[in-house]
C-alpha cells in the first residue's frame, strides 16, 4: 500500500515536473531587449469600438433538392479587438431546382400525362398506375413548388476574433487580415410541404379518383393534386468561421463559413414514421418526415466599419 | 502492473529532462524588464506613455496609416553626396551583453564578399524556406459536394520545391472500401420510384504543380505569433471510379476503371515549427464519369439486359471537390539563410 502511494506521489511529482519544466523554457525565451513586450506593436484596431456594417451575399451548399442565395447583412458592435456582439439577417432572394429536382419533376410529368386510349399497351398503362398510386402522397404536381427552402434567417450572434495578422500576397501587396469565430441562436423562416394526412376528410378529398380511360378503363384513377406548402419559424444553434481582408481604414472583404443544423422535409416526401422504427413511410406527411441536415452556406461580404478613423495598439 | 508504472515513470522524466536540458538558468527580469522600456522608449515615442508595464495609462492613439511615422522627414530625392547614417552598433552590443547566445556570431567582411542578389523581398528570411526542401502530407479528405456518395479518403502527398514559391510533386487517395451511399438516395428511390445513377471511386493519383503566393503570419489571441502560407495546386492524373448498381442488380456487376482526372485547388498552411505545419485543402477532381443505363429495363428482354455493352449509358463530366486536412514534413528539418538578418 505504501509503496502504491509512493509511486503515484512519484507520477504525480513527475507530471508536475512536466509541465514546469516547459513554462520555465517558454519564459527564458522572453529574456533579452523584448522581455515583456506584447506580441505585436502598433496594432491597427480594425474592430475596437467600432460598428461594422456588412452587407452579404450567401450561397447554401450540398443541397438535395433546391439552393438558396441569401441576400442580408451582419451588423456588430465590437467591444474590443477581439470580441463582438450582434446579429446577422438575411432574405433567400433566389431558389435554384438542383439536379435532382429537375430530373424528378421530369419523371413526374412523363408518369402522370395521359395515355392515347387507341395506341396505349395496357401492361404499360399499369405498370404507369403503379407507380402513380405508389408515389402519389410523395409528391404533387409541379414538384419544385413542394420542395422546401429557407425564406430567411435572423441570428444574433458573438464573434470572437483570436487571430489577426497580415498576409503578403506575390511578396507585393500587405493585406491586415483576420480570422473569426461566431456563434448564437438562429431564426428560419423556412417554407416546406404543409402536413397531409389521408386519415383526415379535408385531406382525403384531396385525393380525387375517377375511372381510367382504356385500356384500363375497369380501374380508377387517382387525380395528382397540387400539395400546398406552410410556413414555419426553426429555432437551430448557428455558428461558422471567417477571414476579413481589410482592404483600408474602414473597409475590408468578408468570406464565411456558417452551419445551421436543424430537422426540416426539404423534399416533402413521406419518408418516415412507419415500420421499421419510424425509418419508413407511415402513408402521412407531417414532422416525422423531418430529417436533420447541417444546412451550410459560405458568404461573401463588403466589411465597412463605423467611426472611419482607426487606432492602433500601444 | 509494476511495469507499467515503472514505464509511466520513465517517460515522465524523459518528459522532464529535454526541457530541462535545452533551458538556461532564469535571470533576474527586472533589468531586461528595463532594457525593454529603454529601447521602446527610444525608439517609439509613444512607447514611453503607452505601456501600462511602465505605469502609464494604454492610451490608444489615431494613426494615418499612410503617413511616415512620427517625427521622420517624408524621403527626400537622392542627391548621390550623401553618406549613410551610423548606426553606431550600439543595439547589437546591448544584444550581446543581456544575451551572448544571441549574439550573431558572422564575420560582416567575409559576408560582405559573398555574391549578392539585387532583389529585396517584401518578408525578409522567411519563417519556414520551402526552396530545395521536400514535403511530405499525410491528409484525410472528405467529399464537399456529393450528397447522394461521400467519398472519404486518407491520402499522401509529396513536393520538392524548386523555388520558395514553386514545387513539383504527387498525391494518392485511396478510397475503396470507404464510400458511403447516403440513406436519401434510398427514401427518394421509395417514395417517387426515381433513381439517380451512383458512382463509387477505388483511388486517384495525381501529378501537380503547387504554387504559393501568399505567405503571412498571424497573433494568436494577442500573445504568440504563428507563420502561415496559402497556395495554388494543379495537376493531371487518373481516378478510378465505377457506378454503383441502381437500376438492374439482377445482371450489372461493375468493374473499376480509371479515368484521366485533372486537379486544382487552393490550401493554407500553418506552421509550428520550421518544418511541421497543419494544413487544409480543398481539391476539385475534374474528369469525364460514366453513368450507369437508366433505361427502364423492364422494357427488355433477358439478353438486352445481360449484354455488358448495355450497362452503361451517358457520360457526364464531374466535378469532384473534396477537403483535406492533414499535416505537412518539409526535409531537411533545418537550413541556412543565404544573407544574415
Redesign the interface.
Known sequence: MMRRWV?SG??AL??L??FE??A??Q??QL???????????????HR?KRFEVAPMVSFT????FKHTILAGAKLNYNLTD?LAVGAWGAFGVAHINTG?TD??EK??KDRWKSWDSATADAETVN?TLV?RN??VL??GKDFPSQTGTIQWVFAPQVTAV???????????V?VD?E?YFFGGPAFVGLKERADFDPGKEQDRAKLVSTTCTAPVDNQMCVQQPKYETATRVAIAPTFGFGLSFFTG?WTGIGLEYRAMPFAWNN?G???RGGPPDDRG?DYKVDEKDR?WRFNQMISVSFNMFFPT?????? | MKQA?AG??VA??L??VP??S???P??P?AP??G??DT??AAT?P??GA????KGGA??????D?DAPPPGEEPPAVATGDETPPDDGGG?LE??CK??PD?CPKVNMAEAAKRPLKAQM???QQIYALRARRFEIQPFWALT??D?FVSHPAPGIALNYYMTNVLAIGANFNWYQGLNSDSE?NA??R?????G?PLNEYQWSAAGNFTYV?????????????FH?D?YVVGGIGALSSRPIVVFDPRYRNFSYKPKIAFNAGIGVRIFFNRWFAAIFEVRDYIYNEKLENIEDV?VHDEAWRQNESNWLGESKITNHVQAQAGISIFLPFTWEYRLPK
Open positions: 509511486v512519484l507520477l513527475g507530471g515536473l512536466a519544466s516547459t520555465v523554457a519564459e527564458i529574456t533579452g531587449p523584448l522581455a515583456g513586450a506584447p506580441a505585436v506593436r502598433g496594432l491597427r484596431w475596437n451548399l450540398l443541397n438535395e477581439w435532382l430530373e424528378v419523371v413526374n405498370k407507380d405508389a408515389t410523395s409528391i483570436p487571430f489577426r495578422g497580415k498576409l503578403a500576397i506575390f511578396q507585393k500587405f487580415t480570422l481604414k423534399s416526401f413521406d419518408s413511410p430529417a478613423a482607426i487606432k492602433s495598439s500601444p | 508504472r509511466l515513470l515522465m522524466a518528459l522532464a526541457a530541462v535545452t533551458a538556461k532564469k535571470e527580469a531586461a524588464a532594457a525593454t529601447s521602446a517609439d509613444k512607447a503607452a505601456d501600462p508595464k494604454a492610451q490608444p492613439v489615431e494613426i496609416a543595439a546591448d544584444i543581456l544575451d544571441a523581398y517584401a518578408v464537399l459536394n450528397q436519401f427514401q427518394t421509395r417514395a417517387v420510384h426515381v439517380v503566393p501568399m505567405y503571412g503570419k498571424f497573433a494568436g489571441f494577442g500573445d504568440f505569433i502561415w496559402a423492364d
